[in-house]
């Protein structure tokens, strides 16, 4: 893990005895850098990350395109300027040609569901044949479902990762600290408490949600095989979740082979609150 030593801590960071250095921006602090294939997976700011991402990478002058293997709700104007609907990877990839004459940046489905508003993905092989088309630059997958709460586990058909994923980035709410493990709280809270050992009712603490984190991540990790695995700690908008971020950061260190933990505020104009860095990136792996 890399440490900086620092006299000008932040109070929040003292008992730990080391300071974070940071980035500016998000795909800065994720090391995005050249092209791939990003899937989000876990709960409380899946959607809110993907967009943000693609704002940044579009910004930077990559093409980029926006989807999942689930559903999400269909994107607004201000989060995706255009969304495509495509039944094959043959439409696709022609309505995908002709949308990057007028956008960088946009979003594709498989069909939109108008009772639930949703927009329905694509399946797993048909990201990996876009990938290898090589129209874009990256696409951004929200590959896993959590019906808007803070924290998740999965049952034994998600997440759902294209095997092309060269980052894995799972994402969890810091605002479940602290809350009763329940259906209110935890899509699938009875999953959740034989991964953690945690009982329904009781209080959702630090351990909890790093041991559920390593567990998701082996998981998830085997289905792609990813060059970059990351945790994103969504919600640290108060000095004490800042804190649990980090002290789930740490713990993360002995549990699961990551490469960075980053604590941060969606919501927040400069989003990134702290970013450890726990392990250098795997060998490049062929995805052609």
């Known amino acids: 893990m890399t440490i900086i030593p620092s006299d000008t801590l932040n109070n929040s960071f003292k008992e730990y005895g080391y300071f974070i250095q940071m980035k500016p921006s998000l795909i800065d602090n994720l090391g995005l850098t050249g092209k ?111 019906k808007r709460k803070p924290l998740k586990a999965t049952n034994s058909h998600e997440p759902v990762v294209p095997e092309v994923t060269s980052h894995l980035v799972l994402v ?38 790093a041991t559920a984190i390593a567990i998701e991540i082996k998981k998830a990790g085997a289905l792609g095989h990813p060059l970059k695995t990351l945790v994103f700690l969504n919600k640290a908008d108060t000095r004490e979740r800042i804190r649990s971020g980090l002290k789930i950061g740490t713990l993360l260190q002995q549990k699961s082979n990551l490469n960075k933990v980053i604590t941060g505020a969606l919501k927040d104009k400069i989003p990134v609150k702290n970013c450890l860095t726990l392990h250098q990136n795997k060998q490049k792996r062929n995805t052609d």
């Open 36 to 146: 791939g294939v990003i899937s989000i997976i876990g709960a409380g700011g899946k959607t809110s990350l993907m967009f943000r991402l693609a704002k940044e990478l579009a910004n930077s002058g990559n093409t980029v395109l926006t989807t999942t293997t689930t559903k999400i709700l269909m994107p607004a104007p201000d989060q995706s300027p255009e969304t495509i609907l495509a039944g094959s990877i043959e439409e696709l990839v022609t309505k995908s040609t002709a949308c990057l004459t007028r956008y960088p940046h946009f979003s594709a489905g498989h069909g939109y569901d108008p009772v639930l508003k949703k927009l329905n993905g694509f399946n797993r092989d048909t990201i990996d044949q876009l990938w290898r088309t090589a129209l874009f630059d990256w696409i951004i997958v929200e590959a896993d479902g959590a």
């Open 172 to 209: 969890t709410g810091l605002d479940a600290v602290g809350l009763p493990l329940d259906d209110t709280h935890v899509h699938r809270a009875d999953l959740f408490s034989q991964n953690t050992g945690v009982g329904l009712g009781d209080i959702i603490d630090e351990h909890a949600i």
